[in-house]
């Protein structure tokens, strides 16, 4: 006899299918994650509560930041929020902001990125 799925018994399955990167495979680790942001905010964010934001391939996903950051910087994240920055439209000033997506990685207490050196 077979026992249905609650909906959220469906829902870790899928999760649990889509693990692996899509953009991993086909770009290297260097493709993934183009380049840290560093603003004010950023700053205050990396000092507070340990976070860091990242400029990421316009097709990445969470696994696929994850995995990257594992190989070039050496630590293992505790959780990676994604974000799709919009277009900033051009009101009567000549500059324009492009929409990109943006990876904001939090680490553990005792591990810290160097992105100075």
């Known amino acids: 006899?077979?026992?249905?799925?609650?909906?959220?018994?469906?829902?870790?399955?899928r999760a649990k299918k889509n693990?692996?990167?899509?953009?991993?495979?086909?770009v290297s680790p260097y493709g993934v994650i183009l380049w840290p942001i560093i603003t004010e905010k950023t700053h205050k964010q990396q000092e507070?509560?340990?976070?860091?934001?990242?400029k990421v391939h316009s097709d990445a996903n969470k696994s696929d930041v994850k995995q990257a950051?594992?190989?070039l910087y050496k630590v293992h994240p505790d959780g990676i929020n994604i974000v799709n920055?919009?277009?900033?439209?051009?009101n009567q000033r000549?500059?324009?902001?492009?929409?990109?997506?943006?990876?904001?990685?939090?680490?553990?207490?005792k591990e810290k990125i160097?992105?100075?050196s």
């Open 69 to 71: 950051i594992e190989f």
């Open 1 to 13: 006899m077979c026992i249905p799925m609650t909906f959220k018994q469906i829902l870790q399955a």
């Open 114 to 116: 160097e992105l100075w």
């Open 48 to 54: 507070a509560t340990n976070k860091y934001s990242f």
């Open 94 to 109: 000549k500059l324009v902001r492009k929409s990109y997506k943006k990876a904001i990685v939090t680490l553990p207490k």
């Open 85 to 90: 920055v919009v277009y900033k439209w051009r």
């Open 19 to 26: 693990v692996t990167g899509k953009v991993i495979k086909k």
